[in-house]
């Protein structure tokens, strides 16, 4: 797989200061998958966000069917509910930085970054308080 987008999505749930990966692993595991079906995952460890490794960049997704996306994209998946709580600055950093470093790397364009939701259009992914044009600006 050669990457040409990235895709943000949260996870809609509450992030604690424990390492929800693993619960997010254990239930793509579950659905018969080989693993977890993001790249990256973001997440509040202690006190700090950390940045998680799903799957090795050339290997597709299981993040985003519509239109093919796991084949052609890296997802990154944010932990938390961004429908009912607002992003924490650090997290937004974070992520931004993250996809900062893989456009370097990949050699991507900037208007190939897209919310879960600019493809799955019944989703709200990455959440109602994530804003896709902000986060495109910021980059």
Same mark, same amino acid.
């Given at each position: 797989?050669? &990457?040409?987008?990235? +895709?943000?999505?949260?996870?809609?749930?509450? @992030? !604690?200061?424990?390492?929800?990966?693993?619960?997010?692993?254990?239930?793509?595991?579950?659905? !018969?998958?080989?693993?977890?079906?993001?790249?990256?995952?973001?997440?509040?460890?202690? @006190? @700090?966000? =950390? +940045?998680?490794?799903?799957?090795?960049?050339?290997?597709?997704?299981?993040? /985003?069917?519509?239109?093919?996306?796991?084949?052609?994209?890296?997802?990154? /998946? /944010? +932990?938390?509910?961004? *429908?009912?709580?607002?992003? &924490?600055?650090?997290?937004?950093?974070?992520?931004?930085?993250?996809? #900062?470093?893989?456009? @370097?790397?990949?050699?991507?364009?900037? *208007?190939? +970054?897209?919310?879960?939701? =600019?493809?799955?259009?019944?989703?709200?992914? &990455?959440?109602?308080?994530?804003?896709?044009?902000?986060? #495109? #600006?910021?980059?």
């Amino acid at each position: 797989m050669e &990457p040409k987008n990235i +895709i943000i999505h949260h996870s809609l749930t509450k @992030d !604690g200061k424990t390492v929800s990966w693993n619960a997010i692993r254990k239930y793509h595991l579950s659905l !018969g998958w080989r693993t977890v079906g993001y790249h990256y995952g973001i997440e509040l460890v202690n @006190d @700090d966000y =950390e +940045i998680f490794v799903g799957r090795m960049m050339n290997e597709s997704g299981a993040h /985003c069917k519509q239109q093919g996306m796991n084949y052609k994209s890296l997802g990154i /998946c /944010c +932990i938390g509910n961004f *429908d009912e709580n607002s992003v &924490p600055k650090k997290q937004w950093q974070l992520c931004l930085t993250l996809v #900062r470093s893989l456009v @370097d790397v990949l050699q991507l364009s900037l *208007d190939n +970054i897209y919310g879960h939701n =600019e493809f799955a259009y019944y989703k709200s992914c &990455p959440g109602a308080n994530w804003s896709m044009k902000e986060f #495109r #600006r910021e980059l």
